[in-house]
T-cell receptor, first 116, second 116 residues
Framework: AQSVAQPEDQVNVAEGNPLTVKCTYS??????LFWYVQYPNRGLQFLLK??????LVKGSYGFEAEFNKSQTSFHLKKPSALVSDSALYFC??????????????FGTGTRLQVTL | GAVVSQHPSWVICKSGTSVKIECRSL??????MFWYRQFPKQSLMLMAT?????????EQGVEKDKFLINHASLTLSTLTVTSAHPEDSSFYIC????????????FGPGTRLLVL
């Protein structure tokens, strides 16, 4: 069975400082990895994904993530945090296959709090 | 591109009534859509996979007679909560994968249901 671990319930960062939100995963075969962000009372917004190729992927709003196969990790990073980045972040994984059998599994979410 | 809408955004109903939630892919066709439920401060729980023109596939523990899913076209899936009870109160989120590119799931803004 596939799984995602987000070990931190909350990450606190001062504006302007770099941020990292951690994610590790377990899946059979090659993974498709995703980061989504959720603002209060809203659905999930797609940030970025790793499918294949370059291990460092860049996404929306200046976020990036690095796929590390040996450590089975896909940490989300941003060089300089903004107060507006404060939200709930979800990491997700699914096997690299098409079809309805390929279901997305989410981590429990990490709340990012950026303060002035 | 890749916009998913949900209607209504929130609904309050009396116990025993039925509530229909619509999920539409606005600028792409989606053979496969997904329905999730999210409890406060928790991750997303997959309820069912909705397949256009065929029966939905429900996750273990989800009552198919309670949560009726109809995916009548390539851009519309509906979730009907039948005979709603207060314990059905939750945040319901749909998502869709575009037929032209099934790598990524795009999420709707969610529907908050409150059953009195």
């Amino acid at each position: 069975a596939q799984s995602v671990a987000q070990p931190e319930d909350q990450v606190n960062v001062a504006e302007g400082n770099p941020l990292t939100v951690k994610c590790t995963y377990s899946v059979s075969g090659n993974p498709y990895l995703f980061w989504y962000v959720q603002y209060p009372n809203r659905g999930l917004q797609f940030l970025l994904k790793y499918i294949t190729g370059d291990n460092l992927v860049k996404g929306s709003y200046g976020f990036e993530a690095e796929f590390n196969k040996s450590q089975t990790s896909f940490h989300l990073k941003k060089p300089s945090a903004l107060v507006s980045d404060s939200a709930l972040y979800f990491c997700a994984v699914r096997p690299a296959q098409t079809g309805t059998a390929s279901k997305l599994t989410f981590g429990t979410g990490t709340r990012l709090q950026v303060t002035l | 591109g890749a916009v998913v809408s949900q209607h209504p955004s929130w609904v309050i109903c009396k116990s025993g009534t039925s509530v229909k939630i619509e999920c539409r892919s606005l600028d792409f066709q989606a053979t496969t859509m997904f329905w999730y439920r999210q409890f406060p401060k928790q991750s997303l729980m997959l309820m069912a996979t909705s397949n256009e023109g065929s029966k939905a596939t429900y996750e273990q523990g989800v009552e198919k007679d309670k949560f009726l899913i109809n995916h009548a076209s390539l851009t519309l899936s509906t979730l009907t909560v039948t005979s709603a009870h207060p314990e059905d109160s939750s945040f319901y989120i749909c998502s869709a994968r575009a037929n032209r590119n099934q790598e990524t799931q795009y999420f709707g803004p969610g529907t908050r249901l409150l059953v009195l």
